[in-house]
């Protein structure tokens, strides 16, 4: 295969085929929900489960004593990470495996500056594109290694972190429904003197710690967990690039670099480039 050929196959798969909307958290999220409307539906008056004041003091509560534990910057930085969990950009493994394996065959033929050619394709992945451009500019295989290993362990704590603040979100929202529900009491017990009152006050002061369970069962756990699996899944396509990047500077036989690669994956996402 040409150099011509090889960059073309190279570019044909650099948009991650993983860009799409993430159908797993979506069906969760929608069925979950889905039958807990269908559920009250069912029930009855569903107008009932329906109250703005317990929505308020269970939201803004949590996201008040959520603040407290972490800086607004961290909160903030949450929502861009889950956005960017339900629309994942990073390519599978297994995919990024095979990636560059072709870009270290391009290398290992046609030389280290043949990479120029294929770089300014890499700029949606931008720590692959990081790591193709310390090797074009001829930086050696230690240094490589030791500035994205940093890069990639600063991504790692960062996505940890949105990560304790969803944990810490459904530690409290049960506790802020809890709350509500003791605030929605007293003003029951203020009004006994009204029995036709204590009824539907008892069921406002009730839909607080719904909506608390609700929302750390449904929505801030579930979440944390997805967090947490694309990490693992991100962290692991950095250690592929990063190996790559220090197999090609060493200008090690691509072979070589299938087995490293091979030796990180588990099992059954493990490539066989050339057999």
Do not use: W
């Not at 069906?27 to 569903?46: E, T, Y």
């Not at 500019?137 to 949105?162: I, K, N, P, Y």
């Not at 006050?201 to 694309?230: D, H, Q, W």
């Amino acid at each position: 295969m040409n150099t011509k050929t090889l960059s073309a196959d190279i570019r044909s798969r650099m948009a991650p085929s993983s860009l799409a909307l993430d159908l797993a958290s979506v069906i969760g999220l929608v069925c979950g929900f889905g039958l807990l409307i269908a559920a009250i539906i069912l029930g009855g008056s569903p107008g009932s489960f329906f109250n703005i004041p317990s929505i308020l003091l269970v939201l803004g509560g949590t996201f008040s004593v959520v603040t407290v534990c972490f800086s607004l910057a961290e909160v903030g930085n949450t929502f861009k990470v889950v956005a960017k969990a339900m629309l994942p950009s990073v390519r599978e493994p297994q995919e990024a495996a095979d990636q560059v394996l072709r870009i270290a065959e391009m290398a290992r033929r046609n030389g280290v500056l043949s990479l120029q050619n294929i770089q300014r394709d890499l700029t949606s992945e931008p720590f692959l594109h990081k790591c193709i451009s310390m090797v074009i500019d001829g930086d050696d295989a230690e240094e490589v290694e030791a500035v994205m290993r940093r890069d990639l362990q600063a991504t790692t704590q960062r996505h940890g972190r949105s990560a304790d603040v969803l944990r810490k979100a459904a530690e409290f929202a049960p506790a802020m429904g809890l709350i509500g529900t003791l605030v929605g009491l007293v003003q029951m017990l203020g009004t006994l003197d009204d029995p036709g009152s204590i009824g539907p006050s008892m069921a406002v002061a009730l839909l607080t710690t719904f909506y608390g369970a609700v929302l750390a069962n449904m929505v801030f756990s579930p979440l944390a967990a997805k967090l947490e699996r694309n990490s693992v899944d991100e962290t692991l396509v950095g250690l592929v690039y990063v190996m790559a990047a220090v197999s090609i500077v060493r200008q090690e036989n691509p072979r070589r670099l299938e087995m490293l690669i091979n030796s990180v994956l588990p099992p059954s996402r493990r490539v066989r480039y050339f057999d």
